[in-house]
């Protein structure tokens, strides 16, 4: 499903990232772990083709990505691709509904089976009373789900979070874990987790040690 090939990237006269070559397979767990600074993040946005690397190649659901030009790449990213982060990213002025129903809108999709298909991944989540809720009146727990339902709005490929459960308490951070893996029992959804957690990284199929821009 993923297939990362010495992937390489410097900022500066930093080296970030030095050839790293990485396979993720459908349907698979694979957590990312690594002291701040090993490039964790780095490679995350590189496959999820945010930033475009200085060397080596990225192929994502048997599409070279580095190939794409760029309208092609972002309506790529759109469809193939979900994001989480640990900061939720939600607009505050939009409900539950409508921030879950953004990618499917920046899409061009049918704005009504938009909504239907937003209500039913919240109601997966545990959310359908809270769907005309701002983020605002969410708890950190809930927004979380809701940014998880937008991630997954358009049917990726491959879901790709970063320290996604490193802003919430206990409770909500073992939630938040049971969720992925819930997803991909239920979907066989392709799950990349960058993460201090060790208990999360634990728990995955693999878990990746990264070190000064390498894999162990």
Known sequence: MIALTDIRKRFGT????????????????????????AGKSTLLQIAGTLMRPDGGRVVIDGTDVGALGDRALSRFRNERIGFVFQFHHLLPEFTALENVMIPALIGRRDKRAAARRAAELLETMGLAERLEHKPAALSGGEQQRVAIARALMNDPAVLLADEPSGNLDSRNREEIHRLFFDL???????????????????????RIVMSDGRVL
Do not use: F, M
Not at 14 to 37: I, M, N, P, Q
Not at 185 to 203: C, F, P, S
């Open 14 to 37: 930093l080296d970030v990232l030095r050839g790293v070559s990485l396979e993720v397979a459908r349907g698979e767990v694979v957590a990312v772990v690594g002291a701040s600074g």
């Open 184 to 206: 991909r029992d239920r979907t066989g959804q392709t799950v990349v987790i960058v993460t201090h957690d060790e208990g999360l990284a634990a728990t995955a199929d693999r």
